[in-house]
């Protein structure tokens, strides 16, 4: 918790917070006199109790910040970050609001893709060559910190794909054109400026596409193992039990960390011309409409389009992947592709009144409910897929979107497990081998560009992924659909 002051102790914090409904509990923005609204903790008891303080501090002093409406929102997998807690939600209004670097993240678009075998692969039907598919996927998806990727981008391919996202992949080959229909906002953000981008950040992301980033980033062959809402599935393209799939997690890489390095930069600078003094300077910000503000914006939706289309030329690479292995015929089906580092301007009813808002979401996914827009058509009417990936042992979740979240959590729900461990604190007490081994003999093959990851990795680093899930369900801010097991894990 370097350099965050921590103003409360936990029994007065227990004194102070409310629960107001199943899994929800409010810290009443008397609470502290910089608290402008409430702090929202959508968590179980345990989950509250094991939340480090400096996630809670974060989540108060984000509560501080000018225009923010409703309240702050820390999710079930909230933990500590950097500014905004991981699992953290805030809104703005456009005109009085703020944005801020700190509540969407270094790994600008860091999401989840998943995509199920269509026609169906069974688990029989691949169980024998795990080990070969693991190692098409390590030749075809390069990983780890600093790794490039298998292509080069000119200079006018690069300001494109700022533009066009994952349209210009698709339109370069890499994928169908009925692949856009299935990731948010289609792949693109509209309004991304590439001259908003440095030249520093322009050559660290020039050969990445294609890449996992390091970390907790990840290619996983999962099986679907249980079933909760059968029509959902269906429509997904997901028929039963025991059918193949493959979850993709990874955002910006060098690109969106360098974006959000400028603009963490640009906006302490003009701090003073803003009057703006943060609690935490971790949590520098710009009015919404100022002209740093809206640089930082269009710079942010520049980074994300590139994150879309690296999931979009991953997603091409995978199908090469288990063509090789299972043959031509074999094809990957997009199910969906959601982002959860991010700002949008969204429209919410706020107390009744319809607000345009800039919603951020930083460890948090967009899980809009059913008839929302902008949700796919053939989606419309059963909510947005949310995608929630957890561990290497207790594998991933599809949820979907629901009406109470649209009123209490600007339409956010979870992003996966959250931290327990700090990653440092993994390595200490884990050995990546060992992690290696232990997850062999539960049936699940895991390689990463480093056993160093493994460590930082381990499952035991991250919460009980179905309680989070348990949780958020609870809440009443989303739908469970399935649950996919881990097979075969390739890290970065």
Avoid at 397 to 416: D, N
Avoid at 471 to 476: C, D, Q, R, S
């Amino acid at each position: 918790m370097a350099g965050l002051s921590i103003d409360f102790t936990r029994a007065e914090l227990y004194r102070a917070i409310k629960k107001v409904d199943t899994n929800i509990w409010e810290i009443p923005k008397n609470f502290r006199p910089y608290m402008r609204v409430p702090a929202r903790l959508y968590m179980t008891k345990k989950l509250l109790d094991e939340t480090e303080d400096g996630a809670i501090q974060q989540l108060m002093n984000m509560a501080s910040l000018p225009g923010i409406v409703k309240y702050s929102i820390a999710l079930p997998d909230a933990h500590w970050g950097y500014g905004f807690c991981i699992g953290g939600v805030a809104a703005f209004d456009v005109e009085e609001g703020i944005i801020s670097p700190g509540g969407i993240g270094y790994d600008i678009n860091c999401g989840v893709r998943f995509l199920i075998t269509d026609p169906p692969l069974m688990l029989e039907d691949i169980k024998d060559k795990l080990r070969d598919l693991l190692q098409a996927l390590k030749k075809y998806i390069p990983a780890g910190v600093g790794r490039g990727g298998r292509i080069r981008l000119s200079d006018a391919d690069f300001d494109e794909v700022m533009r066009a996202g994952a349209k210009w992949a698709v339109e370069n080959g890499f994928g169908y054109e009925k692949d856009l229909e299935h990731i948010e906002d289609g792949g693109c953000l509209e309004g991304a400026d590439p001259s908003k981008v440095s030249a520093r950040a322009r050559q660290r992301g020039r050969n990445q596409l294609g890449t996992l980033g390091s970390g907790n980033h990840y290619i996983e062959v999962e099986v679907i193992s249980e079933i909760y809402d059968e029509h959902a599935a269906k429509v997904m393209g997901i028929k039963e039990v025991g059918q193949i799939g493959v979850m993709i997690h990874t955002g910006s890489r060098g690109f969106g960390h360098q974006v959000a390095s400028d603009y963490l930069d640009i906006l302490r600078r003009a701090a003073r011309k803003y009057n703006i003094r943060p609690r935490d300077i971790q949590l520098i910000y710009a009015p919404f409409n100022s002209p740093e503000g809206q640089s930082y914006f269009a710079a942010m939706k520049a980074a994300a389009n590139y994150a879309f289309t690296n999931r979009q030329m991953i997603t091409h690479w995978a199908r090469q992947a288990f063509r090789e292995v299972f043959g031509e015929e074999v094809e990957l089906k997009l199910v969906y592709d959601v982002a959860h580092n991010i700002g949008k301007v969204e429209e919410h009813v706020v107390d009744g009144v319809r607000m345009k808002l800039i919603v951020h979401r930083k460890g948090a996914t967009r899980g809009f409910a059913p008839g929302r827009p902008e949700i796919p058509q053939d989606y419309r009417n059963i909510g947005q897929p949310i995608l929630i990936g957890g561990n290497m042992l207790q594998g991933s979740y599809i949820l979907v979107g629901v009406e109470k979240a649209m009123r209490e959590t600007f339409g956010s729900t979870v992003h996966g497990a959250g931290r327990r461990l700090s990653r440092k604190a993994a390595t200490r007490r884990f050995w990546g081998r060992e992690v290696q081994r232990f997850l062999a003999e539960k049936g699940i093959l895991v390689d990463a560009a480093s056993m160093k990851v493994l460590a930082e990795e381990a499952p035991e680093a991250y919460k009980d992924l179905h309680e989070v899930i348990e949780a958020a369900v609870g809440a009443g801010i989303a739908r469970k659909v399935t649950h996919q097991r881990p097979l075969v894990v390739w890290k970065g």
